[in-house]
């Protein structure tokens, strides 16, 4: 296909550009459901939620797993904005990526979860959020 018929597909985040390529079409998650993009598009702005992008190539197809962010296309390049990104050709090796970044301390994925679990504890122990799992430990 020739190249000017293609969207360039662009995933930043703040360590890296995590995929920067030609694509045919691609599906983004937003809150009111998936969004197709294709080259020549009407020009957009759009937040997109968390979970699985669809970057098809031919018959080929790639998958992003992102935290969500902001996408904005003009119809010849579609960027999309994201704290992280995991990417591979299938669904094992986005899991793997996924994997690896939870068990890198440095990821911004698990610095997220961390972040997350602290929150669970601090309502916990303000007493708004769920209870302690038995036989946890309790302050008093």
């Known amino acids: 296909m020739p190249e000017q018929a293609r969207l360039r597909f662009c995933v930043l985040t703040p360590r890296a550009a995590a995929v920067d390529r030609p694509v045919d079409g691609a599906r ?4 009111t459901g998936q969004v197709g993009l294709r080259p020549r598009g009407e020009p957009l702005l759009l937040a997109v939620e968390a979970g699985l992008v669809v970057l098809r190539d031919g018959p080929a197809v790639a998958l992003v797993a992102t935290a969500g962010g902001l996408l904005e296309s003009d119809g010849v390049t579609a960027t999309l904005y994201t704290p992280f990104a995991a990417t591979g050709a299938t669904a094992e090796e986005v899991e793997a ?3 690896a970044a939870l068990a890198d301390p440095e990821s911004e994925l698990a610095a997220r979860q961390r972040l997350e679990e602290l929150e669970q ?3 916990q122990e303000l007493g708004h959020g769920p209870p ?3 036989g946890g430990h309790h302050g008093g």
């Open 28 to 31: 983004v998650p937003t809150e």
């Open 121 to 123: 504890h601090i309502l």
């Open 97 to 99: 990526a996924l994997d």
């Open 132 to 134: 302690a799992a038995p």
